[in-house]
T-cell receptor, first 115, second 113 residues
Framework: ETGVTQSPTHLIKTRGQQVTLRCSSQ?????VSWYQQALGQGPQFIFQ???????GRGNFPPRFSGLQFPNYSSELNVNALELDDSALYLC??????????????FGPGTRLTVL | KQEVTQIPAALSVPEGENLVLNCSFT??????LQWFRQDPGKGLTSLLL?????REQTSGRLNASLDKSSGRSTLYIAASQPGDSATYLC????????????FGTGTLLAVQP
């Protein structure tokens, strides 16, 4: 167990809808990263938050947004869902600093299906 | 641009065999390299993390090596078991202000009893 939890486990939405995915990090981990994993692919970096501020972003459009809260929880929001957004969404926590030498601990993921 | 490649994409071996999974990357300026295991539809379990100054790490039947100059890492699994069946992903942290992981596409391992 990594101590990182995600909710919900599975989610089905239709095109154009909005979705919020949630992650609870390990206590003391001030850095949370979100990744998208399409079927048969490796995870792709979406963005990272450090101490409630965005600390880097991958090649994803602005309709992917996030929030990080002081209680080590965070959210990934996706607006105007598209079919290609269907994927496993993973969050990873590390810390207390956003150091490149930190091990990242992953949650079990949320499987999003867009119809 | 950093690219991470894993070969083979899939591997099937009989129980008890020793095996090697390969990971290659195009830019040697990495901070660390991490090997993960992923069971079907599940999250990632960290197996081993090698800092850029290290050559290898060992945990039980697993040994990971890192050769930055050649852009390669290998994961050696000794005496494979059916419970080792999973997808194995390598990922590295490369430059920049964030510790984002860049992943390979993984090797799907099946260990036959």
């Amino acid at each position: 167990e990594t101590g990182v939890t995600q909710s919900p486990t599975h989610l089905i939405k239709t095109r154009g809808q909005q979705v919020t995915l949630r992650c609870s990090s390990q206590s003391g981990h001030n850095t949370v990263s979100w990744y998208q994993q399409a079927l048969g692919q490796g995870p792709q970096f979406i963005f990272q938050y450090y101490r409630e501020e965005e600390n880097g972003r991958g090649n994803f459009p602005p309709r992917f947004s996030g929030l990080q809260f002081p209680n080590y929880s965070s959210e990934l929001n996706v607006n105007a869902l598209e079919l290609d957004d269907s994927a496993l969404y993973l969050c990873a926590s590390s810390g207390p600093w956003a150091a490149p030498t930190d091990t990242q601990y992953f949650g079990p993921g949320t499987r999003l299906t867009v119809l | 641009k950093q690219e991470v490649t894993q070969i083979p994409a899939a591997l099937s071996v009989p129980e008890g065999e020793n095996l090697v999974l390969n990971c290659s990357f195009t830019d040697s300026a990495i901070y660390n390299l991490q090997w993960f295991r992923q069971d079907p539809g599940k999250g990632l379990t960290s197996l081993l993390l090698i800092q850029s100054s290290q050559r290898e790490q060992t945990s039980g039947r697993l040994n990971a090596s890192l050769d930055k100059s050649s852009g390669r890492s290998t994961l050696y699994i000794a005496a494979s078991q059916p419970g080792d069946s999973a997808t194995y992903l390598c990922a590295l942290i490369y430059g920049g202000a964030t510790n984002k992981l860049i992943f390979g596409t993984g090797t799907l391992l099946a260990v036959q009893p």
